[in-house]
């Protein structure tokens, strides 16, 4: 069985579960990345998108409430 660089060949496989490791007495993180992103830049590009987002169904829901007040429906509080 080959072992990956990141372990040492005195360590057994059993420290090595799902891209996870021990080296020097440290859990090291060896998965890979979210499109070779860190976490930090992965959460904020889900915040960027989760505002973008927001900001489509904004507009979404004000297109929506002008189009029902042009056809004079009563009912656009209703939501």
Do not use: H, W
């Not at 072992?3 to 891209?19: C, E, L, Q």
């Amino acid at each position: 069985m080959a072992y990956d660089k990141r372990i040492s060949p005195a360590s057994t496989i059993s420290d090595n579960v799902d891209g996870l490791y021990v080296k020097d007495g440290r859990l090291i993180n060896g998965r890979p990345d979210f499109m070779g992103k860190s976490g930090i830049e992965t959460a904020a590009l889900y915040r960027k998108q989760m505002k973008k987002q927001y900001k489509i169904d904004c507009i979404a829901d004000g297109i929506e409430r002008a189009k029902m007040r042009m056809d004079g429906d009563k009912d656009i509080y209703e939501f």
